[in-house]
């Protein structure tokens, strides 16, 4: 598995990914039925951002994720972060990799901290692994998510100093 700053040319290959994980609507706040338009420019057109790719041994991309700012300015020191794993790949350990090398970046790149906005309460896994690798919940704000198959849930307030 290698992991990389994705290029445009990396497309092909993660919109399947990114277009699975909104067309399930369970841990963004994206609209399902965004286009791949609308997609590819709130992926890989953050200001500031940098987008990254895991590619299997066989050359098949397996997951990305995404690192910026939390805020613009004086905000600009926290660190925003996505990440997606293609329904494929679950289970190996990819979400880990991808969480690990984007904190080393975020530090290497001199965010300080990094905070999540918008943890879906249902995601418990994503929660487990972001408590394993030492954020904290710092809030949760009730009823923010309207989950497809939940209703109205939780989204988590996630941080970490780097």
Request: hydrophobic letters at 45%.
């Amino acid at each position: 598995m290698e992991i990389r700053v994705a290029t445009q040319e990396d497309w092909p290959g993660l919109w399947p990914i990114i277009e699975e994980v909104v067309r399930q609507g369970e841990t963004y706040c994206w609209p399902v039925d965004a286009t791949e338009e609308q997609c590819r420019a709130w992926w890989m057109g953050k200001a500031g951002g940098t987008v990254f790719v895991a590619v299997d041994d066989d050359g098949a991309v397996a997951g990305t994720a995404e690192l910026h700012p939390n805020q613009p300015a004086a905000g600009s020191h926290v660190a925003n972060a996505g990440f997606m794993v293609a329904s494929h790949a679950s289970g190996r350990g990819l979400g880990r990799a991808l969480a690990t090398h984007v904190i080393e970046a975020a530090a290497g790149q001199g965010f300080t901290a990094m905070q999540f906005n918008a943890v879906v309460s249902t995601n418990v896994h994503a929660i487990q692994l972001w408590q394993s690798l030492g954020f904290e919940v710092l809030t949760v704000i009730p009823q923010a998510f309207n989950h497809p198959v939940h209703g109205l849930v939780g989204l988590n307030v996630m941080h970490r100093v780097l």
